[in-house]
């Protein structure tokens, strides 16, 4: 992108300046740390130039956006034409309370649903059952059967917004009450748009909330996949996942690297069940952390999508530009909350978002600052979703596409984003893919030492973190917590239980078989769940018979 | 260390001995921490001793050891008995802390009154095994546990010593691991009564087992007095020794485990009426006597040997001003224990 | 060649939650610390977690909740400690654990609550106070 011989120009000249006036600030005022390296641990250089990114091409590495390699954007005229979706995750306790924050959320502003369920549901478990103990409610909305999906999604007009479902394992299961009810409204299922998470090698990597060993477990990810390029053509079938893998503890290289990882593995194997690259590729989606090394992870978006791009159409040969495109949801850090001072977490939440929309988000999630805590309050989640409503209305950076393209900085941390992912991918070849990687634990052991590596710069105050390290301040606190109606759990457990005893139990014993023999003979699991589901087989009935057939995993430990 | 009352020995031990078990973990702590208690500890629980086979669990790191562990004493359970379990991993050599992760494969076994699990950190200890083992061994057979397995270190070099604290060795290898077999480059198939193939559901099983075959296949002919191999021209079949069989297994489905236990329950009447039993048990005997001696007698050097002596001497021979014999003769003087 | 005793602790996490990334920093950092750990993974039952610190006879037993669900787990915890004769067992707690929680789990007999941002530096602090490590003749620490 720049002339050679300029370049060469500016590195001699550079040189000469770190030798002169550098060296003579540097001899009075030493600098705060002997290297300065990004939040990943990666050295930062103390200036960039033209000469850091001289093999940069504008047309091959950047382009133009909405155009091949994406690097600048997936869309032409990005947030010039429409903002992002603002999609603030929320669940917790029992369907109707849930129901209500969705349409307190909906009437602020908010402009698409974002479902968490609670762990009993997230690991396939009724509400009811021994595991479940003391987990009701906790981190999201219980769903243990279509009538709970039912109360859930009460007076939504599921053919207007878009609903994101946080699900993994039994993500086919709550995806098929999520259909059945809108149909039960006379809504048919090629309307429906949304989202299922339905990540699961990222769960064997990072979050831990799988079940199944990863094979079954693919199989039914595929199944899922086929569905939705067969039956709903506005649905994505699987959000592939770096959110968790950063919060475990990741890198930022590393979570772009591994949820590529991911993304091409699901390729591979939708493209093994027959399928044309064309008619899934264009439905898979990506969701992203947001952390708090701004240009790092502005950087990693942009990389993102100019790898996806070329992968997709130079490896696995797609056409359709769709196809190509990587387009993500964003959700601010939650790793990087403090319990300490907790307003500080505005401020934090607030420049991660901003990176999320530099880096050319599809949609965003912001925390709320008391989540360090307990569940984040209405007002707390207001102010978060405000924050979003500021940056898009009030800061003008919506106005022009990719800002910051072609900063010597961002565009050499983008390059080099791209390399070291590229490094990653063939550290992961050399073990036999992803899926053989995780049986050996080689995600997991990357993971725990990034995690353990910056815990201790922490400890050392090598990084700081206001509050936590330095600025410390005793300071109690009033955060209007979340009150949880008391009598919900014993509501839930009632309700399932009569659901037990009227509905049709010979139906339900009857399509209960049909999920054993689908699982059993390789047929597309979707359709048999969807009758289940129907006749009101719950959640735990039908993990229980997948549960019984594909057997359960237990991860290789590493530290 | 901190406030716990401590109840006497003699209140541990009897109350251990009638089944107590925060009485056996306390007492297996005394023993692993060494010094006047243990010495106390195990000369009670000595004549208790001798009834359980004792089976020693090896093989490089993540062939699947642990989960073995859980099925075979799952298996063990189902026949009647009861089983005590010693699973071993590192210490750092930087912190002397340590990382104990075998619990994580035997969920399965935690709740059941006739398996007592114990890990332990090697401590310094290089062959496999933790310093303390055999005295935690001698606590739990004289708790009455009939089977005692333990598994040693997955460090996949030749952590040999189970050969000497064990009745009955498994050497565990597993496909997909890089190399082939890798018992074969650490020495110890030698040491091998049983050889298992775990992780049968991966590809490259087979691989596995037919490379093993091979190599036992080769070579001298050997007979196995049981944790040693000696070679002996023999010919085939008149064998006095024991053939190790290979065995693959499912540890995660507990598939060829019962044919395991089967090999490891033929492995014990084979040592009892061929004699060997008697010879191996003279063996761990010698064994024991060998470093219970060296502990003392180190102890009783340092004890004689002036303050400071010994760490002085050490850094006149790392100064290469005295070599290494001159100092033992040196601190040997000092201590007054000469030989001659 | 010291025969000192080794502090042992027992760092579990109960229920359902799988986010294992600060209870296997913290069971690295207790390590370095000197420590003898013993990890037993994630979704442990209060009953196998009370039974393993009772096999493993260890000082202090760390728990990991992320999920809210400390107030259901915690009591059945330390009820099952009691049953089991470990009244003297140093137990902490690490999670998101909300103020007003703090004091009942305390009057429960768990020692420290440790919330998200917490220094290792400082449990390993903790931990040293609490056993009088620093008193006596202490294990090697890093
Ligand atoms: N596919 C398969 N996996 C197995 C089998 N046995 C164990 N594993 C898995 O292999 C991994 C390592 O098992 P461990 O039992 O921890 O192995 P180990 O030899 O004890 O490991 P270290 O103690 O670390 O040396 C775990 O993920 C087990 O679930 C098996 O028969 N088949
Ligand atoms: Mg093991």
New binding site residues.
């Given amino acids: 992108m720049y002339d050679k011989e300029q370049a060469r120009k500016v590195h001699e000249e550079k040189e000469r300046w770190e030798e002169t006036t550098v060296q003579k600030a540097l001899s009075r005022f030493p600098e705060r740390y002997e290297k300065f390296t990004t939040i990943s641990g990666k050295p930062v250089e103390r200036l960039y130039t033209p000469d850091n990114v001289v093999d940069l091409d504008y047309f091959r590495d950047l382009g133009f956006p909405g155009e091949f390699p994406f690097t600048r954007g997936p869309y032409p005229t990005m947030y010039r034409g429409r903002l992002w979706t603002m999609r603030m995750f929320a669940g917790f306790g029992t369907a109707e309370e849930t129901n209500e924050r969705f349409k307190y959320l909906l009437a602020e502003g908010e402009t698409g649903l974002s479902i968490a369920f609670d762990l009993p549901t997230l690991y396939g478990y009724d509400t009811d059952a021994p595991e479940a103990e003391g987990e009701f409610g906790k981190c999201g909305v219980a769903v243990s059967s279509l009538r709970d999906m039912e109360i859930l999604l009460d007076g939504i007009p599921l053919d207007e917004i878009t609903t994101s479902m946080t699900i993994n394992s039994p993500a086919a299961v709550i995806w098929a009450m999520y259909i059945v009810t809108a149909e039960k409204r006379g809504i048919p299922r090629r309307v429906l748009g949304g989202t299922i998470q339905n990540d699961i090698l990222k769960e064997y990597i990072a979050q831990k909330e799988y079940i199944f060993?990863p094979e079954p477990s693919m199989r039914l990810v595929v199944d899922t996949i086929e569905f939705a390029a067969n039956e709903m053509p506005r649905w994505h079938p699987i959000s592939i996942s770096g959110y968790h893998i950063r919060e475990a503890g990741s890198t930022a290289v590393q979570e772009l690297a591994f949820t590529l990882a991911d993304g091409f593995t699901y390729v591979e194997a939708a493209l093994e069940r027959g399928l044309d690259v064309d008619a899934f590729a264009p439905r898979l989606s990506f969701f992203f952390n947001v952390h708090n090394d701004f240009f790092e992870e502005i950087a990693k978006f942009r990389a993102a999508r100019r790898i996806w791009a070329r992968a997709m159409r130079d490896k696995y040969g797609a056409k359709n530009p769709r196809s190509w495109t990587l387009r993500f949801h964003a959700q601010t850090a939650g790793c990087t909350l403090t319990a300490q001072q907790p307003e500080n977490n505005i401020v934090r939440v607030a420049i991660q978002a901003l990176a999320a929309v530099l880096g050319g988000a599809q949609s965003l999630h912001t925390n709320s600052m008391d989540e360090a805590l307990a569940l984040p309050s209405e007002k707390a989640v207001r102010i978060a979703l405000r924050t979003q409503q500021i940056i898009a209305h009030e800061t003008e950076v919506t106005n022009t596409i990719d800002p910051l393209g072609g900063s010597f900085y961002v565009e050499a941390l983008t390059n080099r984003m791209e390399e070291e992912a590229n490094e990653y991918f063939r550290r992961i070849e050399s073990l036999g893919g992803v899926i053989p990687a995780i049986?050996k634990?080689f995600f997991q052991q990357e993971i725990a030492d990034a995690a353990f590596r910056y815990q201790l710069e922490v400890d050392a105050k090598r990084r700081i973190i206001v509050g936590v390290n330095e600025y410390v301040e005793e300071e109690p606190l009033e955060i209007p917590l979340l009150e949880m109606d008391p009598e919900g759990y014993d509501r839930q457990v009632r309700r399932l239980q009569e659901l037990r005893r009227t509905r049709d139990n010979r139906e339900v014993t009857r399509t209960l078989h049909e999920v054993r023999e689908a699982a059993r003979n390789g047929k597309n699991l979707m359709y048999p769940i969807l009758d289940a589901v129907a006749a009101y087989a719950t959640l735990g009935e039908i993990m229980g018979i997948l549960r019984e057939e594909f057997g359960e995993w237990?991860?290789?430990?590493w530290f | 260390m901190n406030t716990r009352s401590a109840p006497s020995v003699e209140e541990l031990i009897t109350a251990a001995l009638a089944g107590d078990r925060r009485a056996l973990a306390r007492l297996i702590t005394i023993v692993e921490n060494d010094g006047e208690q243990a010495r106390a500890v195990l000369q009670r629980l000595y004549p208790h001793t001798g009834r359980a086979h004792i089976v020693g669990i090896t093989?490089?790191?993540?062939?699947?050891?642990?989960?073995?562990?859980?099925a075979m004493a799952r298996e063990y359970r189902q026949r009647g008995m009861t089983v005590g379990i010693i699973?071993i991993?590192p210490t750092s050599p930087f912190s002397g802390g340590a990382l104990l992760?075998?619990r994580?494969?035997m969920k399965d076994l935690v709740g059941d009154p006739g398996v007592y699990i114990r890990s332990m950190a090697t401590r310094g200890s290089l062959g496999g095994l933790a310093r303390a083992t055999d005295d935690v061994v001698l606590v739990l057979d004289a708790m009455g546990f009939d089977r005692i397995l333990i598994?040693t270190?997955?460090?996949g070099q030749a952590e040999v010593d189970i050969a000497s604290s064990a009745h009955t060795v498994i050497v565990?290898e597993?496909p997909g691991l890089g190399d082939d077999i890798q018992a074969i480059k650490a020495g110890v198939l030698e040491i091998a009564d049983i050889f298992v193939v775990?992780?049968?559901?991966?590809e490259g099983a087979d691989r596995t087992f037919m490379a093993l075959q091979t190599m036992l296949g080769l070579g001298p002919r050997t007979v196995r007095h049981h944790g040693r191999a000696m070679r002996v021209d023999m010919p085939e079949g008149t064998h006095e020794g024991w053939r190790p069989p290979i065995f693959k297994?499912?540890?995660?489905?507990g598939?060829g485990v019962p044919e395991l236990v089967d090999a490891v329950e033929q492995h014990r009447h084979f040592l009892e009426e061929s004699g060997e039993m008697a010879r191996r048990e003279s063996e761990r005997a010698a064994h024991l006597l060998d470093h219970i001696l060296r502990d003392a007698l180190m102890a009783r050097l340092l004890e004689r040997v002036p303050e400071g002596n010994f760490e002085a001497t050490v850094e006149r021979v790392a100064a290469r001003e005295i070599d290494p014999y001159a100092a033992v003769e040196h601190l040997m003087h000092e201590a007054a224990l000469e030989a001659e | 060649m010291a025969s000192s005793r080794k502090v042992r602790v027992l760092v579990a996490k109960p229920g359902l939650d799988g986010h294992d990334r600060g209870a296997k920093v913290v069971a690295r950092a207790l390590r370095d610390a000197g420590f003898e750990v013993i990890y037993t993974g994630i979704r442990q039952t209060p009953e196998a977690i009370a039974e393993a610190a009772l096999q493993e006879d260890v000082d202090v037993v760390g728990l990991s909740i992320l999920s809210g669900a400390h107030m259901a787990l915690v009591p059945k915890i330390m009820r099952l400690l009691k049953e089991k004769g470990l009244n003297d067992v140093l137990v902490l707690v690490g999670g998101i654990i909300p103020d007003e929680d703090v004091p009942k789990l305390k009057a429960l007999g768990v020692k420290g609550v440790f919330g998200p941002g917490t220094l290792t530096t400082d449990i390993i602090a903790f931990i040293r106070r609490e056993l009088n490590l620093d008193t006596e003749e202490a294990p090697k620490a890093a």
């Fill in positions: 060993p049986e634990g237990e991860e290789p430990v | 093989g490089a790191p993540g062939t699947g050891k642990s989960t073995l562990v859980n699973a991993d992760g075998d994580v494969r598994e270190v997955g460090v565990v597993a775990n992780k049968a559901d991966r297994t499912v540890a995660t489905r598939e």
